[in-house]
């Protein structure tokens, strides 16, 4: 039996001094339970999304030094943590100087690991340069390393023994990738067993909160304990990083399996955790309880959950302590509204109603309605008199040919009309109201807004923070009903608001209480637009079109049966609705998205440099162009 420490801590990226003290403090805890091993995550001590930073020679001297202070606390106990590890002899491909992502094993003061391994720590094998990550650009892999010492890959992945109250135990050790090796023709953990046998398997890792991985993770691993009948022990951090365009929330959930592959510990989703379990390497292990096995982490609680998190720890990272939010009686501003006055209370909170001539007495009244019931700050700022004062100095101001001397006015249509109103709203009142407050003043877009630039650029796309701009419509009104229904515990968003038509209200055309709203039709866009943005392969207008001829349509993109030939009668008005749309997607929406604030992830793909994008205008391929053809012809 082994008693190990699962220390799931919150690390803050590129501020090793932090980290290094939330560990020795660990340490600490852990020597106290009587612990033989604890075991933190990947990159514990620097952090991992720290873009180029990892260029700086003094901040990996650092690293190092710090590592040294864990490295010497292991007198006692057997310290397993991730750190950058440095080899100043050698250089990457790129030329600059050689840096692993590795895997230390401490005890007695010493590392371990170079009796079998070219180096005293394990190298990450499986680097993912996909989604999030760019490994490849800083790290070098295990991969690069055999082809460099001319020996194959699994020659390389090696145990680690140790021995631990003069028993010796063989350690399988993994960084994050190396167990995600399905579509890999390298499997780490199966070339580990066969050069062991290997007694305990260690995953540590820093791995971003994504809707549903935690339910796909405990299937692969699982099935990885059972397969090389040995337990496993996964060690993930808690907290957020980001890459600039995305933030990520780190969700923890630390999980111990035994070598049947049944969960036997867990700890608890975004909080920080010292988990010790006497851990029995060949009898098996009872299961945990029913309150410790994982929640699906598909929910709407579990989504709240990680956009809760995520948006409080924004805000204590950059010191904001109070927000402004465009309060305009739709769904997305309540929510964002009942969101920040959780986190922050209700006086950190200051609504702002900006009306104009376009704004139904009904949002208005709704807009002060939420307000009222969340308890925080709210004021009415018109703003018809400026947006008036602007159309006419536009209207008024001729543009010269100097040349040749003719004059000519500036034309302000109904659409100008619309951005003039965006833009006044947030880069004048809400900006301005905001500097007054000593606040930022927040993003409401949704992910249905951000893919087809369905928002004004410097309007109300502006803001510090997109805390809903990784949700989609339906998923707006499903977290404004479990705000209602489990945060509050009672009506702080109107039901008139989520009964609501969507709408900007910025004309006519799209007053509320004529049941006019949007223009996109969210029941049925919602799921085209995730087809062309979260899908794994990214579907264009070929494969919709493809699935419309053959009658799949509403199946492959997962909206409601019949809605498609409801919404369209004619082949004709489909074709017009998905080029259109397609055409924003790829076309000026990339613009805005460029400029658009920090996104909070919690998808399998957001926007920002989760979803890394050139601005290439539209295209449509050869076969679409044939199948549309068919359809107008048939």
């Known amino acids: 039996m082994l008693k190990i420490a699962l220390a799931q801590i919150e690390i803050i990226p590129g501020r090793p001094d932090i980290n290094t003290r939330t560990m020795l403090n660990q340490i600490y805890q852990a020597r106290q339970q009587q612990s033989q091993m604890i075991i933190f995550p990947e990159m514990s001590i620097p952090g991992y999304f720290l873009g180029d930073t990892w260029e700086q020679l003094t901040f990996l001297k650092d690293c190092e030094t710090y590592g040294q202070q864990i490295i010497a606390a292991s007198s006692d106990i057997c310290i397993i943590f991730g750190n950058i590890a440095v080899d100043w002899t050698r250089v990457n491909d790129d030329g600059r100087i050689r840096k692993y992502n590795a895997c230390f094993i401490a005890y007695q003061g010493i590392l371990l690991g170079n009796d079998n391994f070219p180096y005293p720590f394990r190298i990450k094998t499986l680097q993912p340069n996909y989604r999030e990550f760019d490994d490849s650009r800083h790290f070098y892999s295990l991969r690069k390393l055999a082809i460099e010492l001319e020996l194959n890959v699994s020659q390389l992945l090696q145990p680690v023994t140790i021995d631990i109250d003069n028993k010796k135990l063989n350690l399988g ?111 098996d292990n009872v299961t945990c309880s029913s309150s410790a096995i994982p929640n699906d982490d598909r929910s709407i609680r579990t989504i709240y959950q990680s956009i809760a998190y995520g948006t409080k720890s924004f805000l204590n990272s950059i010191g904001l302590k109070k927000v402004v939010i465009g309060s305009s009686g739709g769904i997305d501003s309540a929510v964002s509204a009942a969101l920040y006055t959780k986190i922050l209370g209700p006086e950190n909170v200051l609504l702002v109603n900006m009306p104009s001539i376009f704004n139904s007495k009904t949002t208005q009244d709704l807009s002060a309605k939420l307000a009222q019931n969340l308890g925080c700050l709210y004021t009415i700022i018109p703003i018809q008199k400026v947006v008036d004062d602007t159309i006419q100095q536009l209207s008024n101001s001729p543009i010269v040919d100097l040349k040749g001397g003719e004059k000519q006015s500036l034309v302000i249509s109904p659409f100008v009309v619309e951005n003039i109103q965006a833009r006044d709203r947030s880069s004048r009142v809400l900006a301005g109201v905001a500097a007054a407050f000593g606040a930022g003043f927040t993003c409401n877009a949704n992910k249905s807004e951000m893919t087809v630039g369905y928002s004004t650029l410097y309007g109300d796309l502006g803001g510090f923070f997109a805390a809903l701009s990784d949700l989609w419509k339906y998923q707006i009104y499903e977290l404004a009903r479990f705000l209602n229904n489990e945060v509050y515990k009672k009506e702080v968003i109107p039901q008139e608001i989520i009964n609501l038509v969507p709408s900007a209200e910025l004309s006519f ?126």
């Open 173 to 283: 050790c993994l960084l994050c990738e190396d167990g995600w090796s399905d579509d890999y023709a390298v499997k780490p953990i199966t070339a580990l067993q066969q050069n062991g046998p290997v007694d305990l398997f260690v995953n540590i890792s820093s791995s971003p909160y994504t809707i549903g991985k935690n339910n796909k993770r405990n299937r692969i691993f699982s099935a990885q304990a059972k397969s090389v009948n040995a337990p496993l022990v996964y060690v993930n951090n808690i907290g957020i990083q980001n890459n600039g365009k995305t933030i990520y929330t780190f969700d923890g959930c630390s999980t111990v399996y035994n070598h049947k592959g049944d969960i036997i510990e867990y700890c608890p989703s975004f909080s920080s955790a010292l988990t010790c379990i006497d851990l029995h390497l060949t009898a």
């Open 509 to 634: 055309d799209q007053s509320v209480d004529e049941g006019k709203g949007d223009p996109i039709i969210y029941p049925y866009h919602d799921y085209l637009f995730r087809a062309f943005m979260e899908h794994w392969n990214r579907r264009t207008p070929e494969d919709i079109l493809l699935w419309y001829e053959q009658g799949e349509l509403e199946k492959k993109i997962g909206c409601q049966s019949g809605l498609v030939a409801t919404l369209f009668p004619t082949s004709q008005e489909f074709i017009n609705d998905l080029e259109k749309w397609w055409k924003l997607y790829t076309g000026m929406a990339v613009a805005k998205r460029i400029q658009a604030p920090p996104v909070l992830a919690v998808s399998r793909r957001a926007y920002g440099f989760d979803h890394r994008e050139a601005q290439n205008g539209v295209y449509f391929t050869m076969n679409y162009q044939q199948i549309k053809e068919r359809l107008l012809h048939k």
